[in-house]
């Protein structure tokens, strides 16, 4: 059996938190600057691993000793959730390739995943756009894995897991898409096939031969 797996943010769908906040920012005036500075980012990928609950990351989202006047103007982390879910779209290209997929997953007899560090608001996601779940047979998510990418753990996880239904599994039998060359190094060496994203529209000119090649 082989086994394609996709990133899923900025690779299936658009990431729906940069543009809220970049609508914040042009209303308010802050700066991306403050804003990163104000972050506890341990805190998100705490909530990414699946380690902290949503009351917990809304409660530690920022740091303690920001000056009162800059508290004021951050935006609060229940409204950008609000309001980062009130769609997701999928990027171009996106939802033509699926459909296509999904057939030659049929008659080519594979599989397809999706590997992603996500938080447990994946499901809002899949709310928004029930034809993942329709078109994905895996689903894997960093807050489930308890590990993010690119932590080598992380992989082998995924891949105990899918040998779980396919003992004859190899490495090379695993072809990962991502948009972050970073997240396919680690895929690269435990001998996985790594496919770097760079839009739908180069994916979807290259998925022929990509699929030849890896079938």
């Given at each position: 059996m082989k086994i394609l797996l996709f990133d899923l943010m900025d690779t299936l769908v658009r990431d729906p938190f940069f543009p809220v906040l970049g609508d914040i920012m042009r209303r308010t005036g802050l700066s991306r600057r403050d804003f990163r500075g104000a972050r506890r980012h341990e805190v998100f990928e705490d909530f990414e691993r699946g380690e902290v609950s949503e009351a917990e990351f809304f409660r530690n989202f920022y740091r303690l000793d920001l000056e009162p006047g800059l508290r004021e103007v951050l935006p609060s982390p229940r409204l950008l959730k609000k309001r980062m879910f009130r769609s997701v779209s999928f990027l171009p290209e996106i939802p033509e390739i699926l459909t296509k997929l999904a057939e030659e997953a049929v008659s080519r007899n594979f599989?397809?995943?999706?590997?992603?560090?996500?938080?447990?608001?994946?499901r809002e996601v899949l709310a928004h756009r029930p034809e993942i779940e329709g078109a994905f047979h895996y689903l894997f998510f960093s807050c489930e894995l308890g590990i993010r990418k690119p932590e080598p753990d992380y992989y082998g996880h995924i891949e105990t897991?899918?040998?779980?239904?396919?003992?004859?599994l190899r490495p090379e039998d695993i072809l990962f898409l991502d948009d972050r060359e970073g997240n396919l190094t680690p895929a690269r060496e435990r001998g996985w096939k790594a496919y770097l994203f760079r839009g739908g529209q180069e994916l979807k000119?290259?998925?022929?031969?990509?699929?030849?090649?890896?079938?």
């Open positions: 599989r397809l995943g999706i590997a992603s560090n996500y938080s447990r608001w994946y897991s899918l040998q779980r239904d396919w003992p004859d000119q290259a998925l022929p031969s990509l699929l030849d090649d890896f079938l």
